[in-house]
């Protein structure tokens, strides 16, 4: 029984950087005052991560989709949206190019499969402005799970949107946060549509405040990965309906 008096403690929205070494990792501006514009596309053969812990061998989504008897364009369109929930949300934009150029985040499905979805982070080696920079991403889906558009309310089969958007806040440097109720939250739920507070408060805490209206958009020069060091998070299981908790 609470005191006369105590005021009620509203619980906060939860979000929780991830951090690598003591420092979080996230995306910098390649220029000083720039905005933070990603380039993306999805696999469109083979690629060979050799260091990567996550994501080591990836291809084109052509499984998930056969399998999952999921169209081309509506794989396309869930993603297109995962990451449109981001970028409304935080000051940080992203671009899908053709397969054909290179890409800062390159989605596609495990070849050796395993689990649900993973995300890879490539980080440079050296810490800079408190934090360690993501130089590149990947995003790989396990062609032997079935997957799925929109919300059913079966949870072992995963909706692609949310999946997308749960590894892409991965890829812009959330990690869990306590609780069950966010889009990072470790385990799979049907009961949210779009980003929790925390998850929006997340986002924020790292790129600031969405300004689409009003900022005229650049993207930034090409990064290779010259001089990076290929660190992957253990985020690998990263999102589970079955876990225990
Ligand atoms: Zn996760």
Same mark, same amino acid.
């Given at each position: &029984? /609470?005191?006369?008096?105590?005021?009620?403690?509203?619980?906060?929205?939860?979000?929780? /950087?991830?951090? &690598?070494?003591?420092?979080?990792?996230?995306?910098?501006? !390649?220029?000083?005052?720039?905005?933070?514009? /990603?380039?993306?596309?999805?696999?469109?053969?083979?690629?060979?991560? %050799?260091? *990567? @812990?996550?994501?080591?061998?990836?291809?084109?989504?052509?499984?998930? =989709?056969?399998?999952? #008897?999921?169209?081309?364009?509506?794989?396309?369109?869930?993603?297109?949206?995962?990451?449109?929930?981001?970028?409304?949300?935080?000051?940080?934009?992203?671009?899908?190019?053709?397969? $054909?150029?290179?890409? %800062?985040?390159?989605?596609?499905? %495990?070849?050796d499969p395993i689990g649900f979805a993973y995300t890879n982070l490539d980080l440079a !080696? $050296?810490?800079?402005?408190?934090?360690?920079?993501?130089?590149?991403?990947? @995003?790989c889906l396990n062609p032997k799970r079935h997957w799925k558009i929109g919300y059913d309310?079966?949870? *072992?089969?995963?909706?692609? =949107?949310?999946?997308?958007?749960? $590894?892409?806040?991965?890829?812009?440097?959330?990690?869990?946060?306590? +609780?069950?109720?966010?889009? &990072?939250?470790?385990?799979?739920? $049907? !009961?949210?549509?779009?980003?929790?507070? +925390?998850?929006? /408060?997340?986002?924020? *805490? =790292?790129?600031?405040?969405? #300004? &689409? %209206?009003?900022?005229?958009?650049?993207?930034?020069?090409?990064?290779?990965?010259?001089?990076?060091?290929?660190?992957?998070?253990?985020?690998?299981?990263?999102?589970? +309906?079955?876990? *225990?908790?």
């Amino acid at each position: &029984m /609470l005191a006369t008096g105590t005021p009620a403690v509203a619980e906060a929205p939860a979000y929780r /950087l991830l951090t &690598m070494g003591g420092y979080p990792v996230r995306w910098l501006p !390649s220029r000083p005052s720039g905005r933070i514009v /990603l380039s993306y596309k999805i696999a469109d053969r083979g690629i060979h991560q %050799q260091k *990567a @812990i996550n994501c080591k061998d990836i291809g084109p989504p052509d499984t998930v =989709l056969r399998t999952s #008897r999921i169209d081309r364009n509506a794989f396309q369109n869930a993603l297109d949206a995962a990451f449109r929930r981001w970028r409304d949300a935080a000051d940080i934009s992203f671009v899908e190019v053709r397969p $054909e150029e290179q890409a %800062q985040i390159v989605i596609g499905e %495990q070849l050796d499969p395993i689990g649900f979805a993973y995300t890879n982070l490539d980080l440079a !080696s $050296e810490p800079k402005d408190g934090a360690r920079a993501i130089v590149s991403a990947s @995003i790989c889906l396990n062609p032997k799970r079935h997957w799925k558009i929109g919300y059913d309310g079966n949870l *072992a089969v995963f909706d692609l =949107l949310h999946t997308f958007a749960h $590894e892409i806040g991965h890829v812009i440097g959330l990690d869990h946060p306590v +609780g069950h109720k966010n889009l &990072m939250s470790f385990k799979y739920s $049907e !009961s949210l549509s779009g980003l929790s507070e +925390g998850d929006r /408060l997340g986002a924020v *805490a =790292l790129y600031g405040p969405s #300004r &689409m %209206q009003s900022e005229v958009v650049f993207l930034p020069t090409a990064q290779g990965n010259a001089g990076s060091e290929q660190i992957t998070t253990t985020i690998g299981r990263s999102m589970t +309906g079955r876990s *225990a908790d």
